[in-house]
């Protein structure tokens, strides 16, 4: 019998789980330590006992570690160096940090029009052996590196060679075509690029510290698990969100839909499933100001959980949007939806008389009978049911704007109408009954609520996808996802010899990363011809094979 198990490190609570069979056969829950994600993550695995008496086949962990970096402002700086080429202006956008512009312009087909200016390179390389804040890290991204990487690469080795140790990451190699977003990606993921693998080294020799030699993979943002040490550092953000839209999966049947609440002790985590198959955003992930190329799943992080501070007002009392401890009733200091959950014994965990201490000390003393405090907590549930509700009903609008939503609604216009709610989290079972009222819709507790981000971490399939954008004129082609560029082999007005051609790249790739190739699933190609003179002298081809996200069965 193999082993499998699911961490997910949360902004107060982590759960693990270990599973066999998709069956339950241990599971754990301790408080986070945000400054020791390491320890926090050892921990949980030391509370499910991973010795070698079990074979366990693989470790998946959903980590906050580059999240919290990026919304802390922990990360080192990065010289951003960008060939702007012509166009937009950058002004025009809102870049939360600065960039320095060098002169150079490769057009959208790839072709060279401006050749780069060599004395630019010079006073980029003294500015950076002189700079007073000792910057050891620059990104280069061109406008449409994406077609042709040669100024990137050119600029990498001249500094390499005239700046050694500075540590650099070329834009191209995001491949995608908006180039505001992919500075912004390149940037982040070379400002967590140390942070991460310090992270990923020392969890790979924690755990076989432990006698457990089993492979280790990371949630990504998009709902897949790649191993340890092929993720990009910047496609763990908002792993967190995924893990909760992969549990309820995990729990509901193959063709359901429905909207996912996960209500933890900081945040409730928001997505959605249609026909069994979570929505991705058509935009890349967003986190603070950074707008990033980053695939990620329709998902929100909402500032209301269980353990949301209660502040007393001349009104009577608001709901914070931060998390200050835990609640009153398990030893904090302060009032939480917590502990109006105790005080009515919709939870049996923690203190009920310090749970109705919690809720007196936010009312006058005249006003303290069993009447006025369940009247409050009441209120206090109804608010926090509130808040969540209007996330849900201002996230629906983007919902049904994204291109795969209007697909699906056309075809299941009967499921469209309401959707049921499931909910899971540490809040769920207080706060369940709540929305049910406050949303008039069916809301499904999970029967696994407490741990159903672990087991959505531990039950997730990889995914990724292999983009290939073909210039048949130019003779070049390029993979979105992994920055390949290259020659095209075949001919000018290729058919039967694309689909082939990037099934054997994604094949080869696939294997790397651990991906079974029957998982693989190819979509159609778009064929557009390039006519010059009255005569077509080239064709652009479009075409993918991805890994969709989803679970390995039903738990």
Request: charged fraction near 20%; aromatic fraction near 8%.
């Amino acid at each position: 019998m193999n082993y499998y198990v699911g961490i997910d490190v949360g902004g107060t609570f982590t759960d693990a789980v270990l599973l066999a069979e998709n069956k339950i056969v241990d599971k754990a829950k301790i408080p986070t330590n945000p400054g020791d994600l390491l320890h926090t993550v050892m921990s949980a695995l030391e509370k499910i006992d991973i010795s070698d008496k079990k074979p366990v086949e693989r470790i998946t962990v959903s980590t906050t570690l580059v999240t919290n970096a990026i919304l802390q402002g922990k990360l080192p700086k990065v010289k951003l160096c960008l060939f702007h080429g012509y166009g937009m202006k950058l002004e025009a956008l809102h870049w939360p940090i600065p960039y320095h512009l060098l002169s150079g312009v490769i057009d959208y087909r790839g072709r060279e029009i401006k050749a780069p200016e060599q004395t630019e390179w010079d006073q980029l390389s003294r500015d950076l052996a002189n700079d007073q804040e000792n910057i050891t890290r620059a990104a280069i991204v061109g406008k449409f590196s994406h077609r042709n990487k040669t100024h990137e690469e050119q600029l990498a080795a001249y500094l390499r060679e005239h700046n050694p140790g500075l540590q650099i990451a070329l834009g191209h190699l995001w491949g995608q075509a908006n180039f505001y977003r992919r500075s912004l990606t390149t940037y982040l993921n070379l400002a967590s690029h140390d942070l991460y693998r310090q992270f990923a080294a020392n969890l790979q020799k924690a755990v076989e510290a432990e006698g457990c030699s089993a492979p280790i993979s990371v949630l990504k943002a998009d709902g897949g698990a790649l191993p340890l040490a092929s993720i990009r550092p910047i496609d763990s953000i908002f792993s967190g969100p995924s893990a909760s839209v992969l549990g309820a999966l995990a729990q509901n049947e193959e063709s359901e839909s429905f909207v996912v609440v996960d209500i933890g002790g900081t945040t409730t985590d928001l997505g959605i499933v249609l026909s069994g198959i979570p929505l991705m955003s058509s935009k890349g992930a967003k986190i603070e100001a950074f707008s990033t190329l980053v695939h990620s799943l329709a998902v929100r992080s909402v500032p209301v959980g269980g353990d949301s501070q209660i502040l007393k007002t001349n009104q009577g009392f608001a709901l914070a949007d931060y998390r200050s401890g835990p609640a009153y009733c398990l030893g904090g200091g302060t009032p939480t939806p917590t502990d109006a959950m105790r005080y009515l014994k919709l939870v049996n965990y923690g203190d009920w008389v310090k749970a109705e201490e919690a809720l007196a000390s936010l009312l006058p003393p005249q006003n303290r009978e069993p009447a006025d405090l369940h009247k409050l907590a009441k209120a206090i549930l109804e608010t926090a049911a509130e808040k969540i509700a209007l996330e849900i009903e201002e996230l629906s609008k983007e919902w049904q704007s994204e291109p795969a939503y209007k697909v699906w609604e056309v075809l299941h216009p009967q499921e469209a109408i309401k959707f049921k709610i499931f909910v899971s989290g540490g809040g769920a079972q207080g706060l369940a009954s709540f929305l049910e009222k406050r949303l008039q819709s069916q809301v499904i507790l999970g029967s696994y609520a407490e741990v159903s981000n672990a087991i959505g971490t531990a039950l997730a399939k990889p995914t990724f996808s292999w983009t290939l954008q073909l210039d048949t004129g130019r003779k070049f082609y390029q993979i979105e996802e992994t920055g390949e560029q290259g020659e095209w082999p075949g001919s000018r007005r290729p058919h039967h010899e694309v689909a082939p051609f990037l099934t054997e790249l994604a094949c080869k790739q696939a294997a790397e990363k651990g991906i079974d190739q029957a998982d693989l699933q190819l979509d159609n190609f778009d064929y557009f011809p390039i006519v010059q003179g009255y005569q077509t002298v080239g064709q652009i081809v479009r075409g993918a094979i991805h890994v969709p996200p989803g679970v390995r069965g039903r738990v």
